[in-house]
């Protein structure tokens, strides 16, 4: 079976000034990725995923929610093999073996058993619940200018290269302090392209990410700064508006959170003393 690509052919018809017209498109590839481990033998998420980097998904998503706290914590990540079918690798299940002896507590997971790519957060989740996990309060000594946060958004922008194709995609990406983009990740969700980000730092062992800057597309939520906290970044920017409790979580917990960053302006909801403002 050959993987899914993170672009899909489509027909569509054109209509401009009275006129109709066929022309092909590419679509962002939405597809249902199984995240399983191995022992204890468990699915503990279905999400729906933008093919690609699917192991450093995986990874990401079992660090934001506490199931492993470093790389060593995982032995082995492989897509699933259907002996059925002449050891086909089906590509939409990953499966992650953690290492022997590790014990873990999947209760959290349960509210994650199937997210859409749009996501969102049951009522189970909490605060409360946040700093019963024994997560620290970020370190304030970190101090950017508001110059480098300018500098972001079209960094952003102009490093997405499936959705310059597609327009159908959201992005994370992080930057070192003096602003400089060092990756980025996309996904049709938001949540699925900061998993993939922070897989991406874990499995190469850059955790925690203590004096970087996360930027993503749209807009920050309470899962975006859930993840963001638990990979301990200091600021987290975002090109649309924060919810509410993704602005109480930033509080809480001492992160710097940018809303509306479009330019030369943005809001600030917390932690504004990280940033740097030239005497005029």
């Known amino acids: ?15 401009e000034n009275g006129q109709m017209r066929s022309r092909f498109d590419q679509l962002a590839t ?4 199984e995240i399983r481990l191995v022992s204890p033998k468990k699915t503990v998420a279905v999400t729906m995923r933008t093919p690609g980097t699917d192991f ?16 060593d914590d995982i032995q082995r ?16 299940i990953v499966n992650i073996e953690l290492r022997e002896g590790l014990s873990v507590d999947l209760s959290p997971l349960e509210r994650h058993f199937f997210t859409t790519s749009a996501c969102g957060v049951c009522g189970k989740a909490s605060l409360e619940t946040l700093g019963l996990r024994g997560y620290p309060a970020i370190s304030k000594e970190l101090k950017v200018p508001v110059e480098v946060i300018y500098s972001l958004p079209e960094q952003l922008r102009s490093a997405q290269r499936v959705f310059s194709a597609t327009g159908g995609l959201h992005a994370a990406a992080l ?9 980025v ?9 900061l998993d993939k980000l922070v897989g991406s730092a874990l499995l190469s062992d850059q955790l925690p990410l203590n004096n970087y800057i996360v930027m993503v597309s749209g807009r920050s939520s309470f899962e975006i700064l859930q993840k963001c906290l638990a990979a301990g970044v200091p600021i987290v920017c975002a090109v649309s508006a924060p919810s509410s409790l993704a602005v109480a979580i930033a509080k809480e917990f001492g992160i710097t959170l940018v809303g509306f960053l479009r330019e030369e302006r943005f809001n600030v909801y917390s932690g504004k003393e990280r940033l740097a403002i030239a005497s005029t």
Request: aromatic share 8%; hydrophobic share 35%.
């Open 56 to 71: 450093e998904l995986a990874a990401g998503f079992l660090y934001g929610e506490g199931v492993v706290s470093n790389r």
């Open 30 to 33: 939405e597809e249902p990725l």
């Open 175 to 183: 930057f070192n302090i003096r602003g400089e983009l060092l990756s």
């Open 1 to 15: 079976m050959k993987p899914p690509g993170s672009k899909t052919k489509a027909t569509v018809w054109v209509v």
């Open 185 to 193: 990740r996309e996904d049709v969700g938001r949540h699925n392209a």
């Open 77 to 92: 990540i492989s897509y699933c093999v259907d002996p059925d079918v002449d050891g086909e690798q089906r590509y939409n």
